[in-house]
């Protein structure tokens, strides 16, 4: 049985940060070296290409839909390889030696007889902004409304806002080729309120939510705007919306409209003194190079987080890529870094008080510490968190909750998956 926190909530004053105007432009960060991307999926046999072979910039490469990548550079692939990501997750790493400029390849062009729906699901699932395109291909009739947020997913954070200010014309574009292969399905624009767009978007509608976190977190968005409660365990998709970033959706405009693949990512960085600035850089380039450019020195001991200070995951290296996905980089100086925490929950009840998913939070770290992961999903609703990281920035006992949950879910799915196999 499932047990609802006994506390009333009490809604979060942080709030996101809203461009009206942009004070700065992103910085263009040169091509790197080196490059790499890492692929969301295990090493599961051929890519199509090999170490040593010759690459352009926008060629696809594999030919089997569940393992192929978009090559982000012009250059020579120098490793494949497996490596491990957040949660000890089985990823793919490929590496290549950066030429010094760019050759594009023509495959995407060519392909322009194809429809919306071929070109979008055999070349663009690597756009920067990473769009979750799972949903073109699985539950795609069962879809009922696409929601395209111009928000961002953690405070500091300003990429989508950025790209809302800013490449409104390519939004627009981006748009129009969401329609034509939603056909028929309900769009729905996402801005902060008090925030308009640049213009009309047609048979689009704009949703405006207060500008409070985690008010753009997908669950949260339903509820809002559809009386949808996502049930626990549930997706979001499964109960008939899908999200998009509008980055993604921007770039889907540009490579439409240009007919090559956008492989440069907007990304948020965050500074020692809390302050921000933007970047436009690669996909693949890691974040030394980038801090490098911008004068940003990482000493010993300061941490580099890739997103922003909630919900952000700490980067193994100074050599990480950006990724797709990556919106924002994070620098923390050593001395300002709260320190990581082995002490026990007080029972304070902060955590319960913020939660927006009303989780029983005190008793759920209990088991999670105890790595007793299906009692946690069972009894304590560990599933129906959102992954905001609210229960953490309020702890005073300073526990890492929002990881330990994060482990609990990835140990939980890994479990289930193996009595599957097993099966």
Do not use: W
Request: net charge neutral.
């Amino acid at each position: 049985m499932i047990k609802r926190s006994f506390f009333s909530l009490a809604a979060p004053k942080l709030t996101y940060p809203i461009l009206t105007t942009p004070s700065t432009k992103p910085v263009d960060i040169p091509l790197p070296e080196r490059a790499q991307l890492i692929l969301d999926h295990p090493l599961n046999g051929p890519l199509g290409m090999g170490v040593g072979d010759m690459v352009k910039t926008g060629q696809r490469c594999g030919d089997r839909e569940d393992n192929y990548f978009i090559s982000p550079v012009t250059g020579t692939v120098a490793a494949i390889s497996a490596t491990v990501g957040y949660m000890g997750k089985n990823l793919t790493a490929v590496s290549f030696k950066v030429d010094g400029k760019d050759r594009p390849d023509e495959e995407f062009r060519n392909s322009e007889s194809s429809s919306e729906l071929e070109r979008v699901t055999r070349f663009l699932g690597y756009l920067p902004g990473q769009p979750d395109f799972s949903f073109l291909t699985g539950i795609r009739d069962n879809l009922k409304t696409v929601f395209v947020s111009g928000m961002d997913k953690d405070l500091l954070v300003s990429t989508n806002s950025l790209i809302a200010k800013t490449e409104f014309a390519e939004l627009k574009k981006g748009m129009a080729i969401v329609r034509k292969i939603f056909e028929k399905k309900r769009i729905i624009y996402l801005l902060p309120e008090g925030v308009r767009p640049e213009g009309e978007i047609e048979g689009v509608e704009i949703k405006q939510m207060p500008a409070v976190y985690p008010q753009f977190f997908p669950k949260i968005v339903m509820k809002k705007i559809l009386a949808i409660e996502v049930p626990t365990g549930i997706r979001c998709d499964e109960m008939g919306a899908g999200f998009l970033s509008a980055e993604a959706v921007s770039n889907l405009g540009k490579a439409f409209s240009s007919g090559s693949i956008p492989l440069d990512k907007v990304i948020t960085v965050i500074k020692k003194d809390g302050s921000t600035a933007f970047a436009r850089v690669r996909l693949g380039t890691p974040a030394r190079h980038i801090m490098d450019v911008l004068g940003i020195k990482i000493a010993k001991g300061d941490r580099l987080i890739s997103g922003g200070p909630l919900a952000g995951i700490t980067l193994s290296s100074v050599d990480a890529p950006v990724c797709g996905d990556t919106d924002a980089l994070m620098i923390q100086d050593a001395a300002a870094a709260p320190p990581i925490s082995a002490a026990h929950c007080v029972n304070c009840g902060e955590c319960v008080r913020v939660c927006p998913a009303h989780v029983p939070v005190n008793m759920l770290i209990r088991l999670l510490e105890n790595k007793l992961y299906d009692e946690a999903a069972r009894s304590f609703d560990m599933l129906s968190c959102i992954e905001c990281g609210l229960c953490g920035y309020v702890c005073p006992a300073a526990i890492p909750i929002f990881h330990y949950v994060m482990l609990g879910k990835f140990e939980y799915e890994r479990a289930r998956s193996l009595e599957v196999q097993n099966a």
